[in-house]
């Protein structure tokens, strides 16, 4: 069955080190994004991508940067982690052409800094 | 600011009863509206969608209920039951495409039995 996998699911980071949290998803879809979930914000949008090599910022991409060099991943990276970057993150995976609009979601990578 | 409203933040709700969440939009370029439900320790997964072009969708004991021109839409769980406990998120979707959703901050619902 396709899926979308993210690693770490958990991890402990200090500031000011870099960090990256992977996604890889088997469904083939053109479109992945990276959502950080925090109480009282819902899901907010950090990065996204249509296709290979396009990248582009979301509403809160300050911190953070992704790359996309095949279909399949979509790492992102934290370049000197904050404790304001403490959250948990989700990566997520849709269909461009023909889709019915859903997003599927990966389980989440538990990230604190300390 | 954000593009879509969702409230309550928490609900709480005895078994058997109606749960219902309600969302607000202001882009009236949206339109697709799906609700996610997430468990806790797992990502959301899309329980139900509606398009515009229809005021009320059903499936089993979910519904999305759609006012177009007041535009707000909102999700009613009857029968609830304890199973029904996660967090609900409204989203909208401008268009077919790109699928840049934007999503409600949330609504943690617990069912007591």
């Known amino acids: 069955d396709a899926e979308i996998t993210q690693s770490p699911r958990h991890k402990i980071t200090e500031t000011g080190r870099q960090v990256t949290l992977a996604c890889h998803q088997t469904w083939n879809h053109n479109n992945m994004f990276w959502y950080r979930q925090d109480l009282g914000h819902g899901l907010r949008l950090i990065h996204y991508s249509y296709g290979v090599h396009d990248t582009n910022k979301g509403e809160v991409s300050d911190g953070y940067s992704v790359s996309r060099s095949n279909t399949e991943d979509l790492p992102l990276t934290l370049e000197s982690a904050a404790s304001s970057q403490t959250s948990v993150y989700f990566c997520?995976?849709?269909?461009?052409?023909?889709?019915?609009?859903?997003?599927?979601f990966g389980e989440g990578s538990r990230l604190t800094v300390l | 600011q954000q593009q879509v409203k969702q409230s309550p933040q928490s609900l709480i709700v005895q078994k058997g009863g109606i749960s219902i969440i309600n969302c607000a939009y202001e882009n009236t370029a949206f339109d697709y509206f799906p609700w996610y439900q997430q468990f806790p320790g797992k990502g959301p997964a899309l329980l139900i969608a509606i398009r515009p072009d229809v005021s009320e969708k059903k499936e089993g004991r979910f519904t999305i209920s759609f006012n177009k021109s007041a535009k707000q839409f909102s999700l009613h769980i009857m029968d609830s039951q304890p199973g029904d406990s996660a967090t609900y998120f409204c989203?909208?979707?401008?268009?077919?495409?790109?699928?840049?959703?934007?999503f409600g901050s949330g609504t943690k619902l617990n069912v007591k039995p």
């Open positions: 989203a909208a979707l401008p268009g077919r495409g790109f699928n840049k959703f934007y």
């Open positions: 997520a995976s849709s269909d461009t052409v023909g889709g019915t609009g859903e997003l599927f």
